[in-house]
């Protein structure tokens, strides 16, 4: 078998010495820089895809070699026959011949060599991967375009998803600790909506960031289409693997949402709680609209106060001016007195200069931005429709390309047998 791979390897050796000489004489006479890197480029695969294939047949024999004849069941495996099989990688599509075993007791059959080749179906695992990659990032089409023209690999939509399915079937498993964090650790959540095929659906997403002397690091996500009982769970996992117990302090950043705040009191009973500013104003600007109607400066000019006194700490006031506006202005909606419930509700979230001498944010930006750049750039195109499983696989590979969790994927998902 030694003498065989070596004369396989002064073959190949010949190969390439013959196609260099080929293509540099070619390459001289190229019409531009463009043309010749079009050239080697496809030298490169040609000369890749020879290489691929007579290594890996060289491998697979010594694989072969090496795998035990003894079955489970106490009898001797013995070669059947020998089998080809072809696979689309990178490069182009390469074959190789193995050995069929078959048990002389059981009747059982095996190809020792798949569970080191890693090939599912008939893609290599280099193809899965950037199929999984592409396709987590880019509609289907525009992956499989992309997989094209850079690679030269042809895939149709069936096989993507498929793929896609396999490889972000679960989410990656984390581990209590994985971090520490040297300062503050802030959680913000938020939710977003994505269309199933049993309609419209509530995508709901965590981040944990690090506060780090006043300066945030390391955000990382979790999404899934879950209820807010069962969200709690990735939730806490993502926070404990992050060091969340190790935190100097930890605050939560939310709009007003009341099952946010469920699970902050359930997860996070001792943390800083904070209303997104934000969402306090447009409640502020709801309210003012119907005290002077709709864009007026005088509306302007009473928000601007309002907002004022909840920067300064005076949420209690604002919420007792709403209360008189409401008994003396005609309010059909009853928006004034829901508007000073909403304050009243979160009084303690409020205390923005408390916050802000902190050095806490008061804003929930950072989720809102994952809602956009995780899940609708990618799960709410328009005339999109998605199965839960086929989204939430789509979903967990977004979440490792984001979470820079992308190698951990690949050692996690086991090879093809």
């Known amino acids: 078998m030694i ?15 013959e196609e260099v000489r080929a293509v540099w004489g070619v390459l001289m006479g190229a019409d531009s820089g463009e043309a010749a890197e079009r050239m080697v480029v496809e030298w490169s695969r040609k000369v890749g895809q020879a290489v691929l294939q007579a290594g890996l047949q060289a491998r697979v024999e010594a694989v072969e070699q090496e795998a035990s004849r003894e079955c489970e069941c106490g009898g001797r495996r013995y070669v059947h026959s020998r089998r080809w099989r072809s696979v689309v990688t990178l490069l182009a599509v390469v074959r190789v011949r193995r050995r069929y075993l078959r048990c002389d007791r059981c009747g059982a059959m095996s190809f020792p060599a798949d569970q080191w080749l890693g090939w599912r179906d008939a893609f290599s695992r280099g193809v899965q991967e950037a199929v999984a990659w592409l396709s987590a990032t880019l509609p289907y089409r525009q992956a499989l375009a992309g997989l094209r023209r850079l690679c030269g690999v042809e895939l149709s939509l069936s096989a993507a998803e498929r793929i896609v399915a396999h490889w972000g079937r679960e989410p990656l498993p984390r581990s209590p600790y994985e971090q520490r964090v040297k300062g503050r650790l802030v959680v913000e959540i938020d939710g977003t909506t994505a269309h199933l095929e049993d309609g419209w659906r509530e995508v709901k997403l965590g981040t944990c ?23 709690a769970q990735p939730l806490y996992q993502e926070a404990l693997a992050r060091g969340a117990p190790t935190a100097r302090a930890l605050a939560v950043v939310a709009d007003g949402a009341p099952w946010i705040w469920n699970i902050a009191d359930t997860l996070f009973p001792r943390s800083v709680q904070i209303l997104d500013w934000y969402h306090a104003c447009e409640h502020l600007w709801q309210a003012g609209r119907v005290v002077h109607g709709e864009s007026t400066p005088d509306t302007a000019a009473l928000v601007e106060r309002w907002n004022g006194e909840l920067m300064r700490g005076h949420s209690e006031a604002v919420e007792a001016e709403l209360r008189q506006l409401a008994t003396s202005l005609p309010d059909p909606e009853h928006t004034l007195r829901k508007t000073a419930d909403y304050l009243a509700t979160h009084q303690a979230r409020l205390r923005y200069h408390l916050f802000r001498a902190a050095r806490w944010p008061i ?46 994927r690949c050692d996690y998902l086991p090879l093809a047998a």
């Open 209 to 231: 960031m690090e506060l780090y002397r006043g300066r945030p690091r390391e955000i990382t996500y979790v999404a899934d289409w879950l209820s807010a009982e069962e969200f």
């Open 3 to 17: 003498a065989q791979a070596e004369a396989g390897s002064r073959k190949i050796e010949q190969l390439v010495v």
């Open 363 to 408: 804003g929930s930006g950072v989720a809102e931005g994952g809602c956009k750049h995780l899940i609708d750039v990618r799960l709410k195109r328009k005339s999109t429709r998605w199965t839960k499983p086929g989204g939430r696989a789509v979903l967990n590979l977004r979440l490792d390309i984001l979470n820079e969790r992308w190698e951990q």
